[in-house]
């Protein structure tokens, strides 16, 4: 039986690394947030890296701009912005200020406040980046916000280790036109069958 053990925040270091890094190491991690008092969590199953100004398919390819301000700063900030007219999309911020990179992160595995996630994705899946934060209940309230620190009510924790023999490695999804060689990048980390088994 693998136990999920709550703990702190994870530490600025932990962000401050090459972003692919972070991206695969945080499959299994636990994303905590707090929405109307209550907790709600989920264990992080797939994530995407995008890498500086040169990386075409990143929204640095247009500079440091309102939008993308929030990928030049400190690591271990989340970055979130809104697509499709719909969508709020939840970002890490990864390396060294002044470097915009981050993880897209795009799925999680409810663990705790299921009921409330259930009810906001009326029974449906959290696996996509828009459905994690409709099920969370992220928008750009949440843009700068330190998730290194617990008081912002929005954090990533240790959950549980995911091992190499778990994890697809592919392209990144809904690049759209971005041309190669980004388009075909394997920056994407996916667990095997989208779950992690915890028992």
Same mark, same amino acid.
């Given at each position: 039986?693998?136990?999920?053990?709550?703990?702190?925040?994870?530490?600025?270091?932990?962000?401050?690394?090459?972003?692919?890094?972070?991206?695969?190491?945080?499959?299994?991690?636990?994303? #905590?947030?707090?929405?109307? =008092?209550?907790?709600? &969590?989920? $264990? %992080?199953?797939?994530?995407?890296?995008?890498? !500086?100004? @040169?990386?075409?398919?990143?929204?640095?390819?247009?500079?440091?701009?309102?939008?993308?301000?929030?990928?030049?700063?400190?690591?271990?900030?989340?970055?979130?912005?809104?697509?499709?007219?719909?969508?709020?999309?939840?970002?890490? #911020?990864?390396?060294?200020? =002044?470097?915009?990179? &981050?993880? $897209? %992160?795009?799925?999680?595995?409810?663990?705790? !406040?299921? @009921?409330?996630?259930?009810?906001?994705?009326?029974?449906?899946?959290?696996?996509?980046?828009?459905?994690?934060?409709?099920?969370?209940?992220?928008?750009?309230?949440?843009?700068?916000?330190?998730?290194?620190?617990?008081?912002?009510?929005?954090?990533?924790?240790? =959950?549980?280790?995911?091992?190499?023999?778990?994890?697809?490695?592919?392209?990144?999804? !809904?690049?759209?036109?971005?041309?190669?060689?980004?388009?075909?990048?394997?920056?994407?980390?996916?667990?095997?069958?989208?779950?992690?088994?915890?028992?």
């Amino acid at each position: 039986m693998i136990s999920v053990v709550k703990s702190l925040p994870l530490p600025r270091k932990f962000y401050n690394r090459p972003t692919l890094t972070v991206a695969r190491e945080l499959l299994g991690a636990r994303l #905590v947030y707090i929405s109307r =008092g209550k907790t709600l &969590a989920g $264990l %992080i199953t797939e994530t995407e890296g995008y890498i !500086g100004e @040169e990386d075409l398919a990143c929204h640095a390819k247009a500079g440091r701009t309102k939008r993308t301000d929030p990928m030049y700063g400190e690591p271990g900030h989340a970055y979130i912005y809104f697509t499709y007219g719909n969508h709020w999309m939840f970002n890490v #911020v990864t390396e060294r200020e =002044g470097f915009p990179a &981050a993880v $897209l %992160i795009r799925a999680i595995q409810p663990v705790e !406040g299921v @009921e409330v996630m259930m009810k906001r994705r009326q029974g449906r899946d959290t696996f996509g980046p828009g459905k994690l934060t409709q099920a969370l209940g992220i928008t750009i309230r949440e843009n700068y916000a330190d998730l290194t620190e617990s008081g912002s009510g929005l954090w990533i924790e240790a =959950g549980v280790k995911v091992p190499d023999k778990s994890v697809t490695i592919s392209p990144r999804v !809904g690049l759209n036109k971005t041309p190669e060689p980004w388009f075909s990048k394997p920056w994407r980390f996916v667990v095997k069958n989208w779950k992690i088994n915890l028992a």
